[in-house]
């Protein structure tokens, strides 16, 4: 049984896995763009609470450490 109010997360996910049952070789042309021109939601999404943490600490050591150096 499907749930009568789906949030629009499950609608586009639904829309994407029957985009990829019919057309696997568009969905791999798609993931390659996607790589090449990167998606911040998608890094966010795979990365977890934890990964998203430590990729702002690095982001903004590096800036600082950019600050004292230049």
Partial sequence: MTNPIETS???????R???????????LR?????????NLADLV???GWKGTGIL???LIA???LYKLFF
């Fill in 9 to 15: 997360e499950e609608k586009r996910e639904k829309l």
């Fill in 17 to 27: 896995q029957k985009e990829l049952n019919k057309n696997p070789s568009g969905a």
């Fill in 30 to 38: 798609d993931g390659f763009n996607r790589a090449e021109n990167g």
């Fill in 45 to 47: 999404g795979g990365l």
């Fill in 56 to 58: 702002i600490i690095v």
């Fill in 62 to 64: 590096g800036y600082v």
